[in-house]
């Protein structure tokens, strides 16, 4: 008995400290992204409208999703006006809402019902922005099996006993939010920039732990707004930078791949040597190419030092190799709007 206690306390030790957890790294990007035309002075005044929603309305709360994009787009829009001293002047939605109550927006592509253009000149806007967001979820439900008994470990560290298990319930979640947004003449509804972004997808598992595992549903995944919220201002900013500056900021964890020079590439990563970890990162992927953390790694390495082909490059590998990991595509969609 004193055997069995004993090797069950060293197996619950090595599992509460991960057998030696392997180093990762944060690494932060900020970007201030100039148009190539900027905003003609003629469509400064401009009225921003709600968003139209489509997709699994059931999934998500269709009229705050409505309203907190168009509040996203003119939050954006006043940080450019302020921190730029461009003479934006955004309509008052709360009015606007009233005065375009039962009207026939179709002309514009916004809604199903009324004549926008002239009440859009009522208000004193000279451009309208309106969006479309599209959100779709689709969810998985599957079992899993977890050790739910002590006398598991000490079978497991040759102490005798069997190893009782419980079957619990796990979930897969992905989510794909598609955007597009327009800015239109509000005179003649002629377009002056648009953006009809790809489908981004955010994909997670609830795994279950093999021991002592509870149920793993999407309770315990990334809150359904904030992945909403993620994608939509990421669209957002590669439509604004059309027309006005614009800044992108990115917070990315970098974790080790299995071969050590993996594990030395994280801890350049630490102190900001990106030449030393992306040597070290190319080093692990020459004796490992399957290894996507290390590739990612590289990647995030050749975007701070300034080389986007070789992220780009980096970021579809190891995206290639675990397609359902959100951060590849969020990372290749960054390059691709800073590029």
Known sequence: MKRIGLLTSIGLILIATGCG??????????????????????????????????????????????????????????????????????????????????????????????????????????????????????????????VSSIGGFAGRWGGGGHAGSSEVDKESRNITVTCAFALKDAANNSAIAAHNGKPAQHYERGKTSPFFGGSKTESDMTPRDKVIGEIVEAELQKFLVKFVPTEVTAQVTVKAGAHEMSEAGVRSLRIEDYETALANFKAAIAEEPDDHKSCFGAGVCCEKLGNMDDATKYYKTARSIKPKEPVYGESLNRVSTVG
């Open 21 to 146: 957890k392997k180093p990762s790294a944060i690494v932060d990007f900020e970007y201030t992204l100039q148009p190539k035309e900027p905003l003609a002075e003629q469509y400064m005044s401009i009225a921003v409208y709600d968003a139209r929603m489509a997709g699994d309305k059931g999934e998500f709360d269709e009229k705050k999703w409505s309203e907190m994009t168009a509040d996203l787009v003119q939050y954006h829009l006043q940080q450019a006006a302020e921190n730029y001293e461009i003479p934006i002047k955004l309509v008052d939605r709360e009015h606007l809402t009233i005065t375009m109550e039962e009207k026939d927006l179709a002309a514009a592509d916004i809604t199903d019902a009324g004549d926008e253009i002239a009440s859009a000149q009522v208000e004193g806007a000279t451009a309208i922005l309106t969006s479309e967001v599209t959100v779709k979820v689709d969810k998985q439900k599957g079992k899993g099996r977890t």
